[in-house]
């Protein structure tokens, strides 16, 4: 039996502790293709409130690269002390957390201008017993500036950026109205490793059209990004996304559990020892889901995951 290279265990040998990750909901953060800068609509899987519980935004004001001024910033640093206070003292009860990471989950969040960016990542840094960020965006809402600056920060804490792949084929990207293609994915990730930043790549399984063989070619092209973790997970369809016309059409069909845990089976083993797995599956239980509905149940779907993976001699 082997024990498989997690982010918890890659963790808990980095800092002796195991580390928590912190989520932080910002309101005025948004996505160029939610805001029309490079597509609409969004993603067409993206119900941007279903993966973020803190993300109760209902605002009109959003930032984009391009902002001259923000007059919510006092508002923002006041959100961010709050959910990250309120997460840690239910992490410190329940667990016994020594140890965070603050994790800007929702929408894209170097999508703003640099004093932003700055004064909400210093004060995340600031906070008791922070270790670093983990830094949730796309590649194409990233620049050289911002790189720079999170290069002088990864000096002294533990930098990541998480950025959404989602697919390496370009007709995918395309199909999901994500609104670049994949050479930028491998343009800016290259530039993000030049700066010694850490990197976890987000890929999704079951998208339209691909098969297995995709998939897996999906995980081969992204090792060879150097990334340093990798999320995986199925696409589960939402309401009132693009893709619920889609499935109410019956154009589009969600991934099987067992095709699922197959596939992923199959890219856990390809992964060398040096990318450890930041997730491996995901779900949402709430009235929301549309399908498929094994995605319901986190915890049945992690039992099945961790069993498939014992067949192979795997401990996640």
């Not at 980095?14 to 910002?26: L, Q």
């Not at 589960?236 to 019956?250: D, P």
């Amino acid at each position: 039996m082997k024990n498989i290279h997690t982010i918890g265990r890659y963790w808990k040998k980095k800092h002796g502790d195991k580390v928590y990750k912190v989520p932080i909901s910002i309101s005025g953060f948004t996505c160029p293709n939610i805001d029309g800068t490079v597509a609409k609509g969004g993603c067409s899987f993206c119900e941007n409130e279903s993966f973020s519980p803190n993300q109760v935004d209902k605002s009109k004001f959003k930032l984009n690269l391009f902002s001259k001024e923000n007059p919510h910033l006092g508002k923002q640093l006041l959100q961010l002390k709050m959910q990250f206070d309120i997460a840690k003292e239910r992490l410190q009860n329940k667990f016994g957390a020594k140890k965070f990471l603050v994790y800007f989950q929702s929408f894209t969040n170097t999508y703003a201008p640099l004093d932003t960016l700055k004064a909400l990542y210093t004060k995340a840094l600031g906070f008791d017993d922070v270790i670093g960020l983990s830094i949730g965006t796309r590649t194409d809402c990233i620049t050289d500036e911002t790189l720079d600056y999170l290069e002088e920060l990864s000096k002294t804490k533990e930098i990541w950026l998480e950025y959404g792949i989602q697919s390496v084929y370009d007709e995918t990207l395309l199909k999901i109205n994500r609104g670049h293609n994949f050479a930028n994915i491998q343009e800016w990730i290259r530039k993000t490793k030049e700066r010694n930043l850490l990197v976890c790549g987000h890929l999704v399984f079951g998208l339209p059209d691909e098969n297995e063989e995709m998939m897996l070619r999906g995980v081969e092209e992204t090792i060879k990004l150097n990334v340093d973790s990798i999320k995986i997970h199925p696409l589960y369809v939402v309401k009132n996304t693009l893709l619920t016309n889609e499935w109410r059409k019956g154009k589009f069909e969600p991934i099987s559990e067992e095709e699922y845990l197959k596939t992923m089976v199959k890219a856990v083993k390809m992964l060398p020892d040096n990318i450890s797995i930041s997730r491996i599956t995901a779900g949402i239980s709430d009235s929301t889901l549309l399908a498929p509905m094994w995605c319901n149940d986190k915890h049945r779907q992690m039992y099945n995951v961790k069993q498939a993976l014992l067949k192979e001699g795997l401990i996640y």
